[in-house]
């Protein structure tokens, strides 16, 4: 057995936890088990046994770190700041560097999404321009009928109708390379993409664009951006997601721009957490310490530098929003999509119950754990469809999917960003 | 040859109510207390008091410890399991049996959430005053047996003063009924008030009957800082004095002050010694009358400056400073040692300034916040267990702490219970023959010492 992350890393981390219980009940899988080992201050108790070299890194613990979500609620809920990542990413790389968990079916899985579609967003895109193909010429239909479909493996079968649909153009197409504001800019930003984002939600990154600019800043959009890494970090695989890291910080002259912008917040929970990722690399450690500081959340770099009050959408709609996990557990972003939100006169927010609950997206998981993955997200859609809303507004395309998933077409599921471009342009117009 | 324990368990027992995987025992082996673990032998899970009296007759046939464990939130070792023993986990007995609105009472099986009982009961308009920090997560079986304290304490008392009646399993499997739903009852010996605070040491109390009040309808919130720690304290009597019991009195000192604003920014001046946070509540006009007059009172001692909430946004606002001590300080260091030492309450601010001195002497961290309105500190250690110089220190603190609060006339233990943490103590505090009754006590209930045995005292 390699080195174990755990047992290297700093052992203030663990010791930090005083397993005081705090976070139980803000954990979905705990909720749902009612057992210890489940809940947050088990699976760190299980990491400090490893690190102790009192546990053997074994299966049970394995599929204990896959049944975790990565939701992050124990963060908020922690009285005592323990860095619940920090700590799941080890687990995981331990895990995946001395192969506990290792069957032929997850090496073609992993394969084929973290290290090759992940890595390569000329190839993604390519396979999104296929599925597009496929989804929109027919093809679909004549592949469902044709009941080839029952060849798939089970797990792929359950997951084709949930892919998502492509969208015609991808980001690179629709965002100029820099684009400037009619008056002089106050701010120059730079937008990341989001590889997902890119191929289901590409019209978003035109809105968050069409969005800064009314706030008057310069925004540089960069063609072929690589991935952010969250999905390797989050699935064990520490140098592809360091790689990519590296990667990123060379792409942008830091000095020259104000803000990274990230709308996708899974993304951006991890592109502010690069200086931890590279914090043993000479050469880039500092690098990152600044890229770190500059990656804002959009909607926490429109309430910094105060975004103007937006006219009304074109029709008045009933909203709720739910939180993305790694917005609101991960980055602390909480109040600033909702204040967004609130300024559209016309748009009526309706409290969402248990709004901080995971929706059972996070990542992989709806791949890896479709059961729990599935209570959880018919939770949060009827949590959703009792607060009667036509519109769920969430700010990450893990959620966007899963909840649309469950609740479209009665109920539409829209980005913050997008609503509030939509408002500004309803003004522009009606002037 | 006799079956292992986890296989004789399996016969009385289905095989979901028994956990033994090494990864499922050393996550029942810890509590909230800093430093203790213990791995069990077996983690049962009772749905029944008949499946509890079962486990208890087999532990008393083979002579294997058991320990209760409600949700291990305890702060002073009460659930640690013995080397070698039975967990038996509560939480799965979790239902709600009789909410009844004529006699103001509810019987609750011991695993419900603390929280949930209030939610259940709030829909009536009316309230489970007790509210211990952890309420969220605590189990009410855990409150009954740690007689738990909360921030109401000062105006509505603690558990203890909530418990009608109780149903609990004595360790030779036997189940017994103690108390009812009269107010007034003089028949035989209070023995219900035994089980409260035993820490799980004379039986498993597997149901409770518990005494709901009307739910006040207005409240008030107030704060107020100050440059000396005796003007808090002076200001603190004259309110009392004045016959106003508030429902909330608490304090931040200022180190913990400024931990506060560094974590969550409350606006408050990080030069001050002491906050007070205080609040009334009950009929709207006798709310605003006590409101007022504390406002005098407040502004007749000395306070610098003084701020009273208009709704309840501002109410929670300047309940930050006091709600998020305990977060503010517990990430300051790895290890964080939060005692709970009460002594009188006129001798609360001796007793804070004692604790400063201290800190000094020993070169430790120490931040102290807690109920000012009956005696009860929150001295708060803040170190790393892995410098074992340091540690000594703290240890040297806590003896010195321990000591003073003795000689002031106070307790070891205001809430968190013995347990293991405060048990090498707990002789200073029962000096007479009154340590021999508490033994003499445990041996008649439990002769085989099996029920969570060593806890407390050692027989
Ligand atoms: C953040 C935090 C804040 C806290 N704030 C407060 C506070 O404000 N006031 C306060 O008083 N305490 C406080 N505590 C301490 C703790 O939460 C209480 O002691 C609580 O009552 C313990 O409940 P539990 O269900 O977790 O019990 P456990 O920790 O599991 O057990 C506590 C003790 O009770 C025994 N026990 C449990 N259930 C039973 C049963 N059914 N029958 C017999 N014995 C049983 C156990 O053997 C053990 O000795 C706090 C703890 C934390 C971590
Ligand atoms: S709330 Fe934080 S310190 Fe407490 S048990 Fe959970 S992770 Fe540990
Ligand atoms: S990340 Fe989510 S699922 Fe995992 S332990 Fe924390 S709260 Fe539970």
């Known amino acids: 057995m390699s080195k174990l992350r755990l047992a290297e890393m700093d052992y203030s981390v663990l010791q930090q936890c005083m397993h005081c219980g705090m976070c139980l009940p803000s954990c979905p899988t705990y909720n749902t088990t009612g057992l210890e080992r489940n809940s947050p201050r088990g699976r760190i108790a299980l990491m400090r046994s490893i690190a102790d070299g009192e546990l053997e890194l074994k299966e049970a613990f394995a599929e204990e770190m896959n049944y975790c ?19 799941f990413e080890a687990s995981r790389a331990d895990i995946e560097e001395n192969r506990i968990l290792d069957t032929s079916e997850r090496r073609f899985w992993r394969w084929i999404t973290i290290r090759t579609l992940f890595l390569h967003p000329r190839l993604l895109r390519l396979t999104g321009r296929a599925l597009w193909i496929y989804q929109n010429l ?31 153009s991808f980001t690179h197409e629709l965002v100029a390379e820099s684009e400037s504001p009619p008056e002089k800019p106050r701010y120059r930003v730079a937008l990341l993409t989001g590889c997902v984002q890119d191929l289901i939600l590409s019209e978003l990154n035109r809105d968050t664009a069409d969005v800064l600019l009314v706030n008057g800043c310069e925004v540089l959009t960069l063609p072929n951006q690589a991935c952010c890494g969250s999905l390797h970090s989050h699935n064990g695989e520490e140098e592809l997601a360091k790689q990519l890291a590296r990667k990123n910080i060379d792409s942008y002259d830091l000095e020259n721009v104000d803000a990274i912008i990230s709308n996708a917040g899974g993304c951006g929970s991890h592109l502010k957490r690069y200086a931890h990722l590279l914090s043993n690399d000479s050469e880039y450690a500092n690098k990152a310490k600044t890229w770190d500081s500059k990656v804002k959340d959009i909607h926490e770099w429109l309430c910094e530098i105060g975004f103007c009050p937006p006219g009304p959408l074109p029709v008045a709609k009933q909203v709720t929003y739910h939180p ?77 999917l899963q909840i649309q998933n469950a609740v479209f077409p009665k109920i539409e599921v829209r980005h913050p960003i997008s609503l509030l471009a939509e408002a500004y342009r309803n003004c522009a117009i009606s002037d | 040859m006799v079956a292992p324990i986890p296989q004789a368990l399996e016969s009385l027992l289905s095989p979901e109510q028994i956990l033994s995987s090494a990864e499922d025992l050393i996550v029942y082996g810890y509590d909230g207390t800093a430093g203790l673990k213990q791995r069990p032998l077996a983690v049962v899970f009772p749905e029944s008091a008949e499946d509890v009296s079962k486990v208890l007759r087999l532990a008393a046939e083979r002579d294997i410890p058991v320990t209760t464990r409600g949700s291990g939130t305890g702060l002073s070792g009460g659930s640690i399991p013995s080397e070698n023993g039975i967990v038996l986990c509560l939480q799965r007995m979790n239902k709600i049996l009789e909410f009844d609105t004529a006699n103001l009472t509810i019987l609750v099986e011991p695993g419900v959430v603390t929280e949930t009982i209030n939610q259940a009961v709030s829909k009536e308009g009316l309230l489970y005053p007790p509210d211990p920090g952890s309420m969220k997560i605590s189990t009410i079986g855990g409150n009954v047996a740690n007689n738990s304290g909360g921030l109401r304490g000062l105006k509505y008392g603690v558990t203890r003063d909530y418990v009608m009646g109780m149903q609990a399993v004595l360790p030779n499997g036997e189940t017994i009924w103690l108390g009812n739903k009269c107010v007034k009852d003089v028949a035989g010996y209070n023995l219900k008030d035994l089980f409260i605070g035993s820490e799980g040491t004379l039986g498993v109390i597997t149901q409770i009957l518990l005494k709901l009040v009307p739910r006040p309808v207005a409240r008030r919130t107030m704060l107020a800082l100050f440059d000396s720690m005796e003007d808090a304290a002076a200001a603190v009597s004259k309110i009392i004095a004045a016959k106003i019991i508030p429902c909330t009195l608490e304090f931040v000192d200022r180190f913990t002050l400024q931990c506060v604003e560094d974590f969550a920014q409350a606006g408050l001046p990080t030069d001050c010694e002491a906050v007070l946070l205080i609040e009334t509540d009950g009929h709207p006009a006798q709310v605003e009358e006590e409101a007022e007059q504390i406002q005098n009172i407040l502004a007749q001692s000395n306070a610098r400056e003084t701020k009273t909430a208009k709704n309840e946004e501002e109410a929670n606002q300047l309940a930050t400073a006091r709600r998020s001590a305990f977060a503010a300080l517990a990430r300051i260091r790895p290890t964080t040692i939060l005692e709970d030492v009460t002594v009188p309450r006129d001798k609360l601010a001796e007793m804070i300034r004692f604790v400063q001195k201290t800190a000094e ?34 240890h040297q603190a806590l003896e010195d702490l321990f000591e003073k609060t003795l000689e002031l006339g106070g307790t070891i233990t205001g809430e968190h219970g013995v347990g293991l943490a405060k048990k090498a103590h707990l002789h200073d505090q029962y000096q007479d023959y009154s340590y021999t009754l508490l033994k003499q006590i445990k041996k008649t209930l439990d002769p085989q010492n099996l029920l969570n045995p060593g806890k407390t005292f050692d027989v």
């Open chain 1, 69 to 87: 979500l990565g939701c992050l609620a124990c963060t908020s809920a922690c009285p005592a700041g323990v860095e619940y990542a920090s700590l």
């Open chain 2, 361 to 394: 002497k020993h070169d430790l961290k120490i931040a102290s916040f807690g109920h000012f309105g009956d005696g009860n500190l929150h001295p708060t250690i803040l170190a790393d267990e892995r410098d074992a110089d340091e540690m000594k220190r703290v």
């Open chain 1, 324 to 400: 993305s996990c790694h917005l609101n557990h991960g980055q602390g972003v909480r109040q600033q999509p909702v204040e967004i939100l609130k300024a559209i006169p016309n748009l009526t927010l309706v409290p969402l119950t248990d709004a901080d609950t995971c929706c059972g997206s996070a990542g992989i998981y709806n791949l890896t754990q479709p059961e729990q993955a599935g209570q959880l997200q018919s939770q949060k859609a009827s949590h959703i469809r009792d607060t009667r809303s036509d519109i769920v507004a969430t700010a990450n395309p893990g959620c966007h």
């Open chain 1, 138 to 168: 027919g093809l679909e239909k004549l592949v469902r009928a044709s009941g080839i479909l029952k060849l798939l493996p089970k797990k792929l079968r359950e997951l084709e109708p949930l892919a998502p649909r492509i969208r015609e």
